[in-house]
């Protein structure tokens, strides 16, 4: 009877554990830079991301730039991706270092460019179901697009 006491305790110890650790965030991410009222106030200038849904293996996206002024702009490499957790935005890390070529793209007036973003460089453990916006800087401002991770 002792034994099986035991038995039931050890498991039911065990089971909390799992749970526990189940909770647990296996990385703290750092809160977003961006306030909402941040982003998108280039005049004429969006981000697309087609599609918008993607399995969280994914390697890289679909990203179209448009630009529906009548101005030049221009734009780098670089970009931040997001996920928004309980309403909030939070930046996906990279792994490790890195650095970005400084190279500019030019965003002709009244036109779109097309882009594959790789995510090669990102942490794979903080990609998990749910929602992410893709960030990059465009004559300065700061552009989003929406995309959803599925399982």
């Known amino acids: 009877m002792i034994l099986q006491k035991k038995?039931?305790?050890?498991?039911?110890?065990?089971?909390?554990?799992?749970?526990?650790?189940?909770?647990?965030k296996t990385v703290d991410l750092e809160p977003s830079s961006y306030q909402d009222s941040d982003l998108n106030q280039?005049?004429?200038?969006?981000?697309?991301?087609?599609?918008?849904?993607?399995?969280?293996?994914?390697?890289?996206?679909?990203?179209?730039?448009?630009?529906?002024?009548?101005?030049?702009?221009?734009y780098g490499v670089e970009f931040k991706l997001e996920k928004e957790i309980d309403g909030e935005w939070y930046e996906v890390p990279f792994e490790g270092e890195v650095s970005w070529i400084m190279i500019a793209y030019i965003l002709e007036a009244n036109s779109e460019n097309n882009e594959t973003i790789s995510f090669d460089l990102l942490d794979k453990n903080t990609l998990t179901?749910?929602?992410?916006?893709?960030i990059k800087q465009i004559s300065g401002q700061a552009v989003s697009a929406t995309l959803t991770l599925t399982e």
């Open 42 to 74: 280039l005049d004429g200038v969006t981000m697309v991301v087609t599609p918008t849904e993607h399995p969280v293996t994914t390697e890289s996206i679909a990203l179209t730039i448009k630009n529906e002024s009548d101005e030049e702009h221009s």
């Open 7 to 24: 038995n039931v305790f050890i498991l039911t110890l065990l089971l909390l554990l799992a749970f526990l650790s189940a909770c647990q």
């Open 129 to 134: 179901e749910g929602n992410y916006r893709l």
